[in-house]
Nanobody, 125 residues
């Protein structure tokens, strides 16, 4: 059973930065496309950024220019560097992974096989 484990969330003031990490436990195979999603209270889950095993990246409009996704294929790990954080970035951030080797723009959240439990990010003064 593959479990993705996120870390790095926390509380930060507006304009601050955080880096989220995600790595799986319990797997010996390589993951394909992976991504970050978030869900704020009372809102639907939304895609933040995705990255293929080959390094193709896709960002949501709100993340473009502020967030950077990266991955370490040797560790099956992905990271999300978040800069210039805003109060509206407050949400639970989830890591998602799939064995499918797709470009991140070609997979929907419902198609990811593996998810983490989420890590809280709070942006507040």
């Amino acid at each position: 059973q593959v479990q993705l484990v996120e870390s790095g969330g926390g509380s930060v003031q507006p304009g601050g930065s955080l880096t989220l990490s995600c790595a799986p436990s319990g797997t010996t195979f390589s993951l394909g496309v992976m991504g970050w999603y978030r869900q704020a209270p009372g809102k639907q889950r939304e895609m933040v950024a995705g990255i293929s095993s080959g390094g193709t990246i896709n960002y949501a409009d709100f993340a473009e220019g502020r967030f950077t996704i990266s991955r370490d294929n040797a560790k099956n790990a992905i990271y999300l560097q978040m800069n210039f954080l805003k109060p509206e970035d407050t949400a639970v951030y989830y890591c998602a992974g799939s064995r499918r080797r797709l470009a991140p723009s070609r997979i929907r959240d419902t198609s990811y096989e593996y998810w983490g439990h989420g890590t809280q990010v709070t942006v507040s003064s």
